[in-house]
T-cell receptor, first 117, second 112 residues
Framework: GAVVSQHPSRVICKSGTSVKIECRSL??????MFWYRQFPKQSLMLMAT?????????EQGVEKDKFLINHASLTLSTLTVTSAHPEDSSFYIC?????????????FGEGSRLTVL | DAKTTQPPSMDCAEGRAANLPCNHS???????VYWYRQIHSQGPQYIIH???NNETNEMASLIITEDRKSSTLILPHATLRDTAVYYC?????????????FGKGTHLIIQP
């Protein structure tokens, strides 16, 4: 199946710093990628939709200035958590749909666990 | 997208078939049923999807009732590695342009 890779898988940072997470589709092109957040013992929550070459679309309640998304190419989307605080500690997951692939089928990255001290 | 209802947890003995139910009584005619699973601390994994016919792949089988108001995911010979949270999601295909809405899923525990 299609492979989506995230980096880093784990990151620990100090409060107030910014952290960048990369999401790459390794063997397919993705015009659209999605970013999710998952808190312990909870389900995944969609944060934003990342479109190649255009601005991301954010879900209600997600601060676009805090969670910067860049989708510069058909295989790479980045999520930058700016001025991170302990409450931003979470499991961040990206997903992508192959261009021309099976309708509605999405592939997910391994996730990136962010811990803000 | 139609809402789904799944039992919060299920146990199954290793080597036996695991049957995970999902109710989606408000599903519309063009919505598909998708199943994903999430092993602890990993990203979700696509399992299978279908519209109205039963489907089978190397991972599982999907049985959809004739009225399409419910479905069952079948793992034919469960192993310990199948312990995970299983999500049943109903949505329009949308060509992959829409993100998935995850419910709480079913925590399947495979017992040795």
């Amino acid at each position: 199946g299609a492979v989506v890779s995230q980096h880093p898988s784990r990151v620990i940072c100090k409060s107030g710093t910014s952290v960048k997470i990369e999401c790459r589709s390794l063997d397919f092109q993705a015009t659209t990628m999605f970013w999710y957040r998952q808190f312990p013992k909870q389900s995944l929550m969609l944060m934003a939709t990342s479109n190649e070459g255009s601005k991301a679309t954010y879900e209600q309640g997600v601060e676009k200035d805090k969670f910067l998304i860049n989708h510069a190419s058909l295989t790479l989307s980045t999520l930058t958590v700016t001025s991170a605080h302990p409450e931003d500690s979470s499991f961040y997951i990206c997903s992508a749909s192959p261009r021309g692939g099976v309708a509605g089928e999405l592939f997910f990255g391994e996730g990136s666990r962010l811990t803000v001290l | 997208d139609a809402k789904t209802t799944q039992p919060p947890s299920m146990d199954c003995a290793e080597g036996r078939a695991a049957n995970l139910p999902c109710n989606h009584s408000t599903i519309s005619g063009n919505e598909y049923v998708y199943w994903y699973r999430q092993i602890h601390s990993q990203g979700p994994q696509y399992i299978i999807h279908g519209l109205k016919n039963n489907e089978t792949n190397e991972m599982a089988s999907l049985i959809i009732t004739e009225d399409r108001k419910s479905s069952t995911l079948i793992l034919p010979h469960a192993t310990l590695r199948d312990t995970a949270v299983y999500y049943c999601i109903v949505r329009f295909p949308g060509g992959g342009a829409d993100g998935l809405t995850f419910g709480k899923g079913t925590h399947l525990i495979i017992q040795p």
